[in-house]
């Protein structure tokens, strides 16, 4: 058996991404994070569905942003007002909103737009050949960085991140519940009216489609690349349409 070099923690997991052509369909079964909420045994865990997702990996991000960018244009802050029907924000809170999200993709394309993440994730790397799609989360410790690390071996957290454990990123084309949380989505964020007016925003870009998923070494998850995400994902009622194929078109 071949024996490959990578900086992740599972060669399995990286080698099965490498192995995938560029732009390509990949299926993940996984059960998310989530998150907790209260205190001592009122504590509870939220938002841990199981899903079954197909993830679109080898697109253009600056191109899907450039979309965005563009889409901006074609919708009115009436026109975000009036989807919500729950009139938590105003028409001033979304020309706040849009004008920082519209600073924020300008920063992106022109690539001064610094991520609070970059630090701790370096690309996947295969026989020294760079996996799109696809990143490695490093502990700070590990990998010299200056700064606090907040990995699970530095902080004890068993939620928190694992050093050398891949992200797989991509355009989430279709997804379905497999198995919902047990305490369901959990009680709605108290967000400000700006930040719930740039998720507005934001749910009529491209970008709303982006996902991240953690592929733990030895998690409960499994992940199919290729034709068989096509075949898995076909098996449980995903069909390719021509709306999806015009996203991936136009992201490539």
Avoid at 131 to 140: D, E, T
Wanted: charged residues 25%; contains cysteine.
């Amino acid at each position: 058996m071949t024996t490959h070099t990578t900086n992740s923690s599972s060669a399995l997991t990286a080698q099965v991404l490498a192995d995938a052509r560029v732009g390509t369909f990949t299926g993940l079964v996984t059960t998310k994070v989530g998150f907790e909420k209260g205190k001592g045994a009122d504590k509870k865990r939220y938002g841990d569905d199981t899903v079954h997702t197909v993830i679109f990996t080898g697109f253009n991000y600056g191109r899907l942003v450039a979309r965005s960018l563009e889409a901006l244009k074609d919708v009115t802050d009436a026109q975000i007002v009036a989807k919500e029907t729950k009139g938590r924000f105003t028409e001033a809170d979304v020309a706040l909103a849009r004008a920082e999200l519209v600073e924020s993709f300008e920063k992106t394309l022109a690539g001064t737009n610094e991520s609070t993440t970059d630090d701790v994730f370096e690309p996947l790397v295969v026989d020294g050949e760079t996996v799109k799609g696809a990143r490695v989360y490093r502990c700070k410790r590990v990998s010299g960085v200056d700064g606090e690390c907040h990995c699970r071996d530095c902080t004890g957290n068993d939620k928190a991140p694992k050093d050398g454990t891949v992200y797989l990123t991509g355009l989430q084309i279709w997804s379905k519940v497999l198995v919902p949380a047990v305490n369901g989505s959990g009680p709605e964020v108290n967000s400000s009216a700006k930040t719930l007016a740039k998720d507005a925003l934001r749910g009529v870009c491209p970008v709303r489609k982006f996902v991240q998923y953690r592929l733990e070494k030895g998690g409960n998850w499994s992940l199919h690349a290729g034709g068989t995400a096509a075949l898995e994902a076909t098996d449980k009622g995903f069909l390719v349409t021509d709306s999806i194929l015009d996203v991936i078109e136009r992201s490539a």
